[in-house]
């Protein structure tokens, strides 16, 4: 019965030592080594120097951080992280909200300058064709006694005008 026992005994020290081997052997994941150990995972933040040696677990080059630890490090980083980015897109914003109130306002600058420029133009017109019909009125009565002289003044005159009225009137 002690030779039971003690085969029992050898083949319990083989299966904790076998499983408590597996438990520590380290997993690569997203450029992290992990390892497990009796009292939970502890994370590698080097580089994972694994032993020459069957039974043993091999050496962290850096410094090894509970994974409670690194989790925590690393929500108080992408805090950080995404406060500067709420800063940059707020200044973005505003820069967004100037850019359009100049774009309005230019927009009116615009606008107002159109209807004055469209407002000499009917001044133009108005000043031209009032000229126009004063010079022709003004002739000699001498002249515009030829019948076919006048008809021909007043046909000058229409063109003229009618040239006025294209140009000015288009815009």
């Not at 897109?89 to 850019?99: E, H, R």
């Not at 007043?154 to 815009?171: D, W």
Request: proline share 2%; glycine share 6%; aromatic share 4%.
């Amino acid at each position: 019965m002690k030779r039971f026992i003690c085969i029992a005994a050898v083949c319990f020290a083989l299966i904790v030592v076998g499983a408590s081997s597996a438990q520590s052997q380290p997993q690569d994941i997203e450029g992290y080594t992990f390892i497990r150990g009796s009292s939970g995972s502890i994370v590698c933040l080097g580089r994972w120097v694994p032993s020459t040696d069957a039974g043993k677990p091999g050496v962290c080059e850096g410094q090894m951080v509970d994974v409670t630890q690194l989790t925590a490090v690393s929500a108080k980083l992408s805090a950080d992280r995404l406060d500067q980015l709420l800063l940059v897109l707020t200044s973005i914003d505003q820069k967004m909200a100037d850019n359009n109130s100049q774009i309005e306002r230019l927009i009116e600058a615009t606008v107002n300058t159109q209807e004055s420029i469209d407002h000499q133009a009917e001044q133009v017109d108005e000043l031209l064709r009032d000229a126009i019909s004063t010079r022709f009125d003004a002739l000699a009565r001498r002249v515009l006694a030829n019948d076919t002289f006048r008809k021909e003044l007043e046909k000058l005159k229409a063109e003229i005008l009618m040239e006025l009225k294209k140009h000015y009137s288009g815009q």
